[in-house]
């Protein structure tokens, strides 16, 4: 072993002894190989990381969301030209329906624009990259000459493996048989993964309003069925007095608002007015934590009536009972309203819980508490929750790029399971609200200005969406 340490320092240096007639002995080294260019080195560093900060994953996600959004907007053109061709009467009928398709038309082309100017961005940065790409690579080539000891070239084989390994192991968790078990009327089972983002807009206001909501009616009315709605808190990031409504998907990321705002008062915020993010659309209303009370507020978007349903007495509100993280906790969102399959549902807390969540069944004519079930969840520990096929499910703050569905609570066998360990990867750090969509089985997260959906993927269906 000596001998091949000495062999090799050997070859790396020109040894030169000295002596002279006196008792004094020098030595002198020559180094043989060529000085490592560490200039070099911490240039192409801040290549990299200029490169990192131009592709991001947001820019990929926006073109795509361009492009899912035109795909609806023209099957939906394709659908109504039928339907024009069908029942035109040649008078009254036949305006209205060319008026309504000369609006899909105006705004097929305000996104066809959109979607040029996107792409044509994306080209210009795709052909900047590549070029950078290449001359890092000439450069990586050269440096790797320096390594003639094979030291990075066996930590890149050992990440390497590494990685493998855990494709390995997320294959293995992902691909287990699914229990062949049935919840309720729901026969979807749990939530078994979450996939995308795959949507994401920053929609007519980018970078404008930090906290609200999104989503699709889970009951819509007839001639809704595609509308999608937005509340926005403008007022303190905390208060809204109107829901925003689209007429699709497409219309909500290029900013065309049709048919606009349906207002709940002149005033923001005042009695009535919206207080928090956690806000949720079914059935033609609007269900949301009243303004400085601990009831929810039933808002009916046709009828312009409001009806209140007071909590428990002891439920927190006016934030003393937030959803927190280790660095911070969202302001007003002490009631959470959720919907799904069954209807909507209302997660909160009181003093009798000892700050526990606790998740209450909203029934209609007359909107009553149903049914009511106490967790054993502490609510600061949760980011928020969402309902999906009469299961409540928790997410926690994992990083600024990942949150974490960890517990689910079964109302049907009222079991509950801390270690889910589903991982979502956010366009944002803070995730402030999320509303399950039961229609698309689609989940909409608002986190920070951005809106986000996610694919939900349960353990009956496996991979496949209907």
């Known amino acids: 072993m000596k001998l091949n340490v000495v062999v090799a320092l050997c070859a790396l240096f020109t040894l030169?002894?000295?002596?002279?007639?006196?008792?004094?002995?020098?030595?002198?080294?020559?180094?043989?190989?060529?000085?490592?260019?560490?200039?070099?080195?911490?240039?192409?560093?801040?290549?990299?990381?200029?490169?990192?900060?131009?592709?991001?994953?947001?820019?990929?996600?926006?073109?795509?969301?361009?492009?899912?959004?035109?795909?609806?907007?023209?099957?939906?053109?394709?659908?109504?030209?039928?339907?024009?061709?069908?029942?035109?009467?040649?008078?009254?009928?036949?305006?209205?329906?060319?008026?309504?398709?000369?609006?899909?038309?105006?705004?097929?082309?305000?996104?066809?624009?959109?979607?040029?100017?996107?792409?044509?961005?994306h080209q210009l940065l795709t052909a900047d990259s590549f070029h950078q790409l290449e001359e890092l690579r000439i450069e990586m080539q050269e440096l790797e000459e320096f390594d003639t000891m094979q030291v990075v070239r066996g930590r890149f084989d050992n990440r390497r493996l590494k990685n493998d390994l855990n494709l390995c192991r997320i294959g293995l968790n992902t691909t287990a048989a699914p229990l062949q078990l049935k919840y309720g009327t729901c026969p979807l089972g749990h939530v078994q993964n979450i996939t995308g983002p795959r949507v994401y807009t920053q929609g007519e206001y980018p970078g404008s309003y930090y906290y609200g909501a999104w989503g699709r009616d889970p009951k819509p009315l007839a001639g809704k069925e595609s509308w999608y709605w937005l509340v926005m808190l403008t007022s303190s990031n905390a208060y809204s007095h109107y829901v925003r409504l689209y007429s699709g998907l497409s219309a909500l990321i290029i900013g065309v608002s049709v048919p606009g705002n349906v207002q709940i008062h002149p005033s923001n915020p005042t009695t009535n007015t919206i207080q928090g993010p956690n806000v949720v659309l079914y059935g033609g209303v609007l269900y949301y934590n009243c303004f400085n009370e601990y009831s929810i507020c039933h808002f009916n978007l046709t009828s312009k009536r409001i009806t209140k349903l007071q909590l428990p007495k002891g439920t927190r509100y006016n934030s003393k009972g937030n959803f927190c993280h280790l660095e911070t906790c969202y302001p007003y969102t002490d009631l959470d309203l959720a919907t799904d399959e069954s209807g909507v549902w209302v997660i909160y807390t009181t003093n009798q819980d000892f700050?526990?969540?606790?998740?209450?069944?909203?029934?209609?004519?007359?909107?009553?508490?149903?049914?009511?079930?106490?967790?054993?969840?502490?609510?600061?520990?949760?980011?928020?929750?969402?309902?999906?096929?009469?299961?409540?499910?928790?997410?926690?703050?994992?990083?600024?790029?990942?949150?974490?569905?960890?517990?689910?609570?079964?109302?049907?066998?009222?079991?509950?399971?801390?270690?889910?360990?589903?991982?979502?990867?956010?366009?944002?750090?803070?995730?402030?609200?999320?509303?399950?969509?039961?229609?698309?089985?689609?989940?909409?997260?608002?986190?920070?200005?951005?809106?986000?959906?996610?694919?939900?993927?349960?353990?009956?269906?496996?991979?496949?969406?209907?």
């Open 16 to 121: 030169t002894q000295q002596a002279s007639s006196g008792e004094k002995c020098t030595c002198d080294v020559h180094n043989t190989e060529k000085e490592f260019p560490h200039s070099k080195l911490k240039t192409m560093e801040n290549n990299v990381t200029d490169c990192n900060n131009q592709i991001t994953s947001q820019k990929v996600l926006e073109l795509e969301s361009l492009l899912l959004g035109l795909e609806l907007r023209l099957d939906q053109l394709k659908e109504d030209v039928s339907v024009l061709e069908k029942e035109d009467d040649g008078q009254l009928y036949g305006v209205l329906s060319l008026y309504v398709i000369e609006n899909e038309m105006v705004e097929i082309n305000q996104l066809i624009d959109k979607l040029n100017g996107t792409t044509l961005r």
């Open 355 to 466: 700050g526990n969540l606790v998740l209450s069944k909203v029934e209609d004519e007359p909107l009553r508490l149903g049914q009511t079930w106490h967790t054993s969840v502490y609510k600061q520990s949760v980011t928020n929750t969402f309902m999906a096929c009469g299961i409540l499910y928790a997410t926690r703050y994992v990083s600024k790029n990942l949150e974490e569905i960890f517990y689910s609570f079964d109302t049907t066998t009222g079991k509950e399971n801390f270690n889910v360990g589903i991982f979502m990867n956010k366009m944002a750090a803070n995730v402030l609200s999320l509303n399950y969509s039961p229609v698309d089985r689609m989940l909409h997260a608002y986190c920070d200005t951005h809106m986000v959906s996610y694919k939900v993927l349960f353990e009956l269906l496996g991979n496949e969406f209907p």
